[in-house]
């Protein structure tokens, strides 16, 4: 019996003394989401009297790979007559700095937006939909090894150390908008791809500036020219980029229909003869816009 | 037995350790006061007046008004109308007023009154043995429908933005708005306005009388009850106003002569517009309408010779 509890006990130390950490260095550029937020409990809570305050707290977190908190990234509540609910700024609040995940930090900033309002008396019951929008300029990073054969067609028989085929980039790349897939076309002299590009965060993409994050709130409107672009800020082969190569590009962006778009691009400066592995970068840059609804009902308190 | 009170003891303790293990989770509901088809009805009380008196003898009847409506009536007129040449009331008037609080959220059921009239037959004469009398109860008011309804005001006309928290659609409203004269149906239109940045939202009222009376001109519902003729004009018409959010709505026409059968519609706009910053939004629409009411009841007394 005595041994027992001695044995128990000494594997109870044991435990505790070997709780070493790991250090976080495993991939990190996986996930589909960028800012994530959720209206924090009872705030605003589903039914409140008419003249009393109206407080509602947003939890967010980035939830991807790119900081959040850039000039001209802000979140709006709106869906409501401002003429009973007063007090909110149509302009938005500023969204505070997140950082994104990396390599050395497996969870990214987290923090709280808040809003006051002052609710007018009413006679009869209000029932409103807040919905919150967040808008915010996101970064996607892609990057995945390639086969680049200048000489693909030789007759010649050699040892090869790799066979030109396509690359899937499957679970995302800490983003809402992910590179899916790089179809590798190998001819002598030249490697063609043909990259997919897909909206998968579940919100609206439009072009990347200071011009359009402004017209992404409840007040703004963006155009049909503006909605569903994401700019191809670059693509790379072993550091050199390609990116003048790319085509078709409509100002330096790429068009999705139905959350999805492609891009052609050319490397045509292989070093040597033999085929040999390198990385591909995909660089996409654009604006996001996420929203939340929270059903609110105001009684009248008369 | 010490088990017993032991056993409760725990009990109590264990309930007063766990909240919300006795506690009720529903929260309270308000009670719908702003629904139905009715204004102020009358009712015989039961029994009264008799089916049968003999002539040269008194009788009661009772009659219950019953506002049924939301609207408070402080200046609601009743009269009578029978064959004097068999009945009379003594000591009172064919005619009187009448106040009766409607429904709100602390008396939902409504007020009631009750009004005595002492009635005493006439003699037959000798070519009659008996004799039916037919007497007519009228209640007539000023009544108001009050419809807060509840719209989509969306200033995206072209339909660009996703994500909306509304989509302007045709509502119905069957069950009334605790009066006889019903808002049915409102239909909302957002509209492009002629300034840029700004939207013109038409609402597409459709009214409708679903109580059991006749619908007068407000002004002229103490001439409804007098007896007088008031003329086919008068009948059928209604004071149309709306406002939405803050700002009073145009409608066309102010005052409209209800259609005898079917809906009758009327539209209302904002001529200056919503600006379109303000995105898509839920805004009250309160739809107010003015008229005067009569409800009435009747019934028949057998006078009998003795």
């Given amino acids: 019996m005595l041994g027992m509890i001695l044995i128990l006990a000494l594997a109870g130390c044991t435990a505790t003394t070997q709780t070493k950490e790991q250090v976080f260095t495993q991939q990190f550029r996986t996930g589909t989401e960028g800012l994530y937020m959720r209206f924090a409990q009872n705030l605003p809570p589903t039914r409140l009297f008419s003249g009393e305050e109206l407080a509602v707290v947003l939890e967010i977190e980035n939830r991807g790979t790119a900081p959040i908190g850039g000039p001209g990234d802000r979140i709006y509540l709106s869906g409501f007559d401002p003429s009973i609910i007063s007090g909110i700024s149509p302009v938005g609040e500023q969204i505070p700095l997140l950082e994104g995940r990396s390599q050395f930090v497996n969870q990214g900033g987290f923090d709280t937006v808040s809003f006051k309002a002052i609710t007018r008396i009413l006679t009869d019951r209000y029932p409103v939909r807040i919905l919150a929008t967040a808008c915010y300029t996101y970064e996607t990073v892609a990057s995945s090894n390639v086969c680049i054969d200048p000489d693909p067609y030789v007759a010649a028989i050699r040892q090869r150390v790799c066979v030109p085929a396509n690359v899937g980039f499957g679970g995302g790349q800490g983003a809402p908008v992910s590179v899916t897939l790089a179809e590798v076309d190998a001819s002598p002299g030249k490697t063609r791809f043909k990259i997919h590009v897909q909206n998968v965060g579940g919100g609206e993409v439009f072009r990347s500036g200071g011009n359009t994050l402004n017209k992404c709130g409840p007040g703004g409107e963006l155009g049909f020219d503006e909605v569903d672009y994401v700019e191809l800020a670059d693509v790379s082969v072993s550091g050199t980029s390609i990116r003048g190569s790319c085509r078709p590009l409509d100002q330096g962006h790429i068009r999705l229909t139905n959350g999805q778009g492609l891009v052609y691009c050319e490397f045509d400066r292989p070093r040597g003869e033999a085929a040999y592995v390198s990385p591909l970068t995909v660089v996409l840059r654009y604006g996001y816009r996420n929203s939340l609804l929270r059903d609110v009902e105001i009684l009248p308190s008369t | ?306």
């Fill in chain 2, 1 to 306: 037995m010490k088990k017993t009170i032991a056993l409760l003891v725990l009990l109590v303790l264990v309930s007063g350790c766990q909240t919300g293990l006795f506690q009720r989770k529903d929260t309270m509901q308000l009670p719908e006061v702003n629904i139905g088809t009715q204004g102020v009805e009358p009712l015989f009380i039961q029994g009264t007046p008799p089916r049968e008196v003999f002539e040269g003898s008194a009788f009661t009847m009772m009659v219950n008004l019953a506002n049924l409506g939301t609207r408070d009536v402080d200046d609601g007129i009743y009269s009578l109308s029978y064959e004097q040449q068999y009945l009379y009331i003594a000591g009172q008037k064919n005619q009187g007023r009448f106040v009766v609080r409607g429904k709100s959220i602390f008396n939902p059921q409504g007020e009631e009154r009750l009004l005595n009239f002492a009635f005493t037959t006439k003699s037959l004469g000798p070519q009659l043995q008996g004799y039916p009398v037919t007497i007519t109860f009228n209640a007539c008011y000023p009544y108001v429908t009050n419809a807060p309804l509840i719209v989509c005001i969306d200033t995206d006309v072209t339909g660009k933005k996703p994500g909306k928290v509304c989509t302007p659609q045709p509502q119905t409203f069957p069950r009334g708005q605790g009066a006889p004269v019903a808002v049915m149906s409102v239909e909302t239109k957002i509209l492009p306005h002629e300034m840029p940045n700004r939207a013109r939202p038409e609402f597409v009222i459709t009214i409708k009388n679903l109580g059991s009376g006749q619908v007068m001109a407000s002004q002229l519902y103490r001439e409804a009850c007098s007896g007088r003729p008031l003329g086919e004009d008068a009948w059928n018409v209604v004071g149309v106003s709306a406002t939405l959010s803050d700002s009073v709505l145009t409608c066309a026409p102010e005052t409209i002569k209800m259609k005898q059968q079917g809906d009758t519609r009327i539209v209302c706009t904002q001529p200056e517009g919503i600006e379109t910053r303000l995105g898509t939004y839920t805004a009250p629409l309160t739809v107010t309408l003015d008229y005067g009411y009569i409800s009435s009841i009747t019934t028949q007394v057998n006078i009998v010779k003795q």
